[in-house]
T-cell receptor, first 109, second 113 residues
Framework: TQLLEQSPQFLSIQEGENLTVYCNSS?????LQWYRQEPGEGPVLLVT???GGEVKKLKRLTFQFGDARKDSSLHITAAQPGDTGLYLC?????????WGAGTKLIIKP | DVKVTQSSRYLVKRTGEKVFLECVQD?????MFWYRQDPGLGLRLIYF???????EKGDIPEGYSVSREKKERFSLILESASTNQTSMYLC????????????FGPGTRLTVL
């Protein structure tokens, strides 16, 4: 069974701080996706990484796919209250997605 | 823009009732999925469909069934709702040839009393 371990499960920090969320597995994935979900809404795709070692930036968010395509990280620089939400990682496997349990992020003003 | 809609945002049902959750996508996607989401457990796949009238069990199909009579519509059915089916239900669709990306509806929060 493929599993994606996501950490931390919960993070509450002050505005302006930096943070990193991790997604780890013993399995190799064809792609790794990061979604953000706001309360009462479905997840919305932030980014997809497909190549080992790939780094993608989305404004203050930096996503990295591990060299072996088994892990990924999301780094947020100078977090803002608008970054608050549930962050989910998902690994692509046989055209399905294996999901992490999510990181609930709260940014306090 | 891809649009996935779900028939209800909130639903309250009684134990033993038959419950229908409907999902419609407007982008001619072949693949559609039903998940349930519970705190600390992430998204768990209930059923998916890769074509009209085709369905495959996901990780937790027990107590659920699905119907895909038209390409744009994928229905989730709870034959006899139970309290442990209280959850957030998310529908998603995936375009062909676009890798693994899935597009989600807003979700239906179902409470079974």
């Amino acid at each position: 069974t493929q599993l994606l371990e996501q950490s931390p499960q919960f993070l509450s920090i002050q505005e302006g701080e930096n943070l990193t969320v991790y997604c780890n597995s013993s399995s190799v994935f064809s792609s790794l996706q990061w979604y953000r979900q706001e309360p009462g809404e479905g997840p919305v795709l932030l980014v997809t990484v497909v190549t080992g070692g790939e780094v993608k930036k989305l404004k203050r968010l930096t996503f990295q796919f591990g060299d072996a395509r088994k892990d990924s990280s999301l780094h947020i620089t100078a977090a803002q209250p608008g970054d608050t939400g549930l962050y989910l990682c998902a690994g692509g496997s046989n055209y399905q997605l294996i999901w992490g349990a999510g990181t609930k992020l709260i940014i306090k003003p | 823009d891809v649009k996935v809609t779900q028939s209800s945002r909130y639903l309250v049902k009684r134990t033993g009732e038959k419950v229908f959750l409907e999902c419609v996508q407007d982008m001619d996607h072949e693949n559609m999925f039903w998940y349930r989401q519970d705190p600390g457990l992430g998204l768990r796949l209930i059923y998916f469909s890769y074509d009209v009238k085709m369905k495959e069990k996901g990780d937790i199909p027990e107590g659920y069934s699905v119907s895909r009579e038209k390409k744009e519509r994928f229905s989730l059915i709870l034959e006899s709702a139970s309290t442990n089916q209280t959850s957030m239900y998310l529908c998603a669709s995936r375009p062909p040839g676009k890798g693994d990306t899935q597009y989600f509806g807003p979700g239906t929060r179902l409470t079974v009393l």
